[in-house]
């Protein structure tokens, strides 16, 4: 099995699974023992990626989605709680736009599509957020969309994640100190 294949039915199983193309628990919840899978797993394809070896990937909807994971998901689990965790979220931006360009994003399932999408939903710049916002309506699911806009509504009022602040070594305002101790001001 290819590399591009492991990472693909690492995140979504198989497509013979029972729950391939379905939402997965263990995608958006603090797990340990998932991180450190991630990392023992993952890390060298991680690294190959960021230094360009894997470039070639980027010829097929398959293999972008594999690096926009690797760029945009995989790294918020091997380098939870650190700055590593969001620096190569630019990389994943530019590939979901490769997707989009290329006409790949179209090739995707459903659940697929959320993981192209959430690189623009992750960034700090506002353009992003609305390009997250318009991908999410297309997919048509509430609870998407209702993420997308409470993304979109922290980057409109704050123009970053107050909640990274602390792992960016960045200096909360007040206004961010009072918005972080509300229900909902992280994800």
Do not use: C
């Amino acid at each position: 099995m290819d590399r591009i294949q492991e990472i693909l039915d690492f995140w979504f199983l198989p497509e013979d699974h029972e729950s391939y193309g379905k939402p997965r628990e263990v995608w958006f919840k603090k797990d340990a023992g998932f991180d450190a899978e991630i990392y023992e797993h993952f890390l060298d394809d991680f690294e190959k990626a960021e230094a360009g070896i894997y470039l070639d990937w980027t010829e097929s909807a398959r293999g972008s989605l594999a690096l926009v994971l690797l760029f945009d998901q995989f790294t918020r689990n091997m380098f939870r709680d650190s700055p590593r965790a969001f620096a190569a979220d630019g990389k994943a931006r530019e590939i979901a736009r490769h997707m989009l360009s290329r006409g790949y994003y179209d090739e995707l399932n459903n659940v697929q599509k959320q993981f192209a999408t959430l690189p623009f939903e992750h960034s700090e710049d506002i353009e992003d957020q609305k390009l997250s916002m318009q991908l999410f309506k297309k997919l048509g699911s509430d609870e998407l969309i209702d993420y997308a806009e409470r993304h979109y509504v922290i980057i409109e009022k704050f123009g970053r994640f107050p909640h990274r602040n602390e792992q960016m070594g960045r200096q909360s305002t007040k206004e961010e100190e009072v918005f972080l101790k509300e229900p909902n001001s992280s994800f």
